[in-house]
């Protein structure tokens, strides 16, 4: 009985006392050690599937909310990469300023004034440069316009809009989404405002009513909701309108063939009579 026993232990000695035995049992046990890393590795490769598949789920609704907040917190810009080169060619017409700014901000065109709704933007030097977006939104325009310079409307929340006129090489379409700080164009010239040259016309627009852009530069793009909010009946309503109300040069008093006005001077002669004349013509037409 005794020596049945033993024959079990006895073999699985000579089994030892093979030269392959020790490495055998090695690479067994190497193998069961990799098999078992293998299946924990996948079980945790499964469980964070899982966990982001169920975070893309529960946020996937949430998705535009965010972009609209992040957008709505960027600091708007002036549509150039380096505003200290700049110059600024025209300003914006403001019905609260004085009666010389007003003039200054005047855009004649076709024997017209025009109120300037934006401001116009130019190097230093005179020479072209890139128009980029003052603010992340979506392209809702883009208009091939002799007249205006070629056009570009960028929508974004809270029904604001940024306008750039005055371009050429536009490169976006409608539809498109624009990223604060990409080139949308490149500045051009346009006949409504042949002397300020090389620029580009910006404006900002909030519910179709033009504001003056340097009130909100280096501001956030919420800063346009308060300031309608708080200025309300401030602002120049008469914006509203696409064609901006124009004044003829004739109800100036200027007799544009002649060279002279109707009280003998000559056109563009600092005076009084004819600053009241104008501000006349500017209060009837608005």
């Keep these: 009985m ?20 020790l490495s055998a ?25 899982d966990g982001k598949k169920d975070s893309a789920e529960t946020g996937k609704n949430y998705d535009q909310p965010s972009v609209e907040v992040n957008s709505n917190l960027e600091t708007i810009k002036m549509p150039v990469a380096d505003a200290d080169k700049t110059v600024i060619k025209k300003q914006f017409y403001d ?23 934006g401001v116009d933007i130019a190097m230093e030097d005179g020479k072209s440069f890139d128009v980029k977006a003052s603010l992340s939104g979506n392209v ?6 002799a007249l205006l310079g070629n056009l570009i409307e960028v929508e ?13 090489d536009i490169k976006v379409a409608v539809g498109d989404k624009v990223k604060q700080g ?21 404006e900002i627009r909030k519910d179709n009513i033009a504001l003056n852009p340097t009130d909100f530069v280096d501001k956030q793009a919420s800063a346009i909701q308060s300031a309608t909010e708080t200025e ?18 004739s109800e ?35």
């Design 232 to 249: 309300g009946s401030t602002l120049d309503d008469s914006t509203e309108k696409e064609e901006t109300p124009a004044v003829d040069e």
């Design 182 to 202: 990409q080139a949308i164009a490149t500045a051009g010239k346009s006949q409504i405002n042949e002397e300020a040259g090389v620029h580009v016309h910006f």
């Design 140 to 145: 809702a325009k883009v208009q091939d316009d």
């Design 252 to 286: 100036k008093g200027t007799d544009l063939e002649s060279g002279t006005d109707k009280e003998g001077s000559t056109p563009g002669e600092d005076s009084t009579e004819e600053s009241d004349s104008l501000k006349d013509s500017l209060n009837q037409s608005n």
């Design 95 to 117: 019905v609260n300023a004085d009666e010389k700014a007003q003039e200054e901000a005047l855009v004649f065109y076709n024997n017209r004034y025009e109120q300037n709704k």
């Design 25 to 49: 049992i090695y690479i067994a046990s190497a193998a069961i050690i990799l098999a078992a890393a293998f299946l924990l590795q996948n079980s945790f490769d499964d469980s964070a599937n």
């Design 156 to 168: 974004h929340e809270d029904g604001v809009v940024t306008r750039y006129q005055s371009v050429k």
């Design 2 to 21: 005794r020596e049945e026993e033993k024959k079990p232990t006895s073999k699985i000695r000579r089994i030892l006392k093979q030269r392959w035995a």
